[in-house]
């Protein structure tokens, strides 16, 4: 297993990947999106093009766990000012149901936090919806209130 910053041409050459994985993280905070046809594959494809285009822009990072030609989970976030805080947003990280327990959501949350400090943000911020309990338990157990 791998773990490496990700560029748009990674994204770009692993992308139906991607798009199974960022639908995997929208079902569990928003089923009923999925499952009444409001958000479409066509939709989540724009989305991972969106990230895509905030990594040239340097506007955003995503850190990816592979395996040979698996993409098995990825973490994505930006950086952002607020009340003269440089913070580091956690967007999401989701990891597929069979790499699931392997620690790798813990080692793209390292990679996340590394680069925070790297560049010198002094606060990391993320948001859990109240119907993700074993992502609320996560970032809890990583010191996340």
């Known amino acids: 297993m791998k773990f490496f910053r990700c560029t748009s041409e990674e994204i770009s050459k692993y992308k139906d990947q991607f798009v199974e994985l960022y639908k995997q993280l929208i079902y569990v905070d928003y089923p009923e999106k999925v499952d009444q046809g409001i958000l479409t ?30 993409i098995c989970g990825y973490a994505h976030g930006y950086i952002r000012m607020f009340l003269d805080e440089k913070r580091m947003m956690l967007d999401g990280i989701v990891v597929k149901p069979e790499y699931m327990r392997k620690k790798i959501g813990h080692q793209l949350l390292n990679e996340l936090e590394k680069y925070a400090k790297q560049e010198k943000c002094d606060v990391m911020e993320l948001f859990v919806t109240t119907n993700n309990p074993s992502a609320e338990s996560f970032y809890r157990n990583k010191g996340f209130v």
């Not at 989540?44 to 969106?50: A, C, E, F, L, N």
């Open 41 to 70: 594959t066509l939709d989540i494809k724009k989305s991972i093009d969106k990230i895509s285009n905030y990594i040239d822009a340097q506007e955003g990072v995503v850190f990816v766990a592979q395996e040979e030609e698996v």
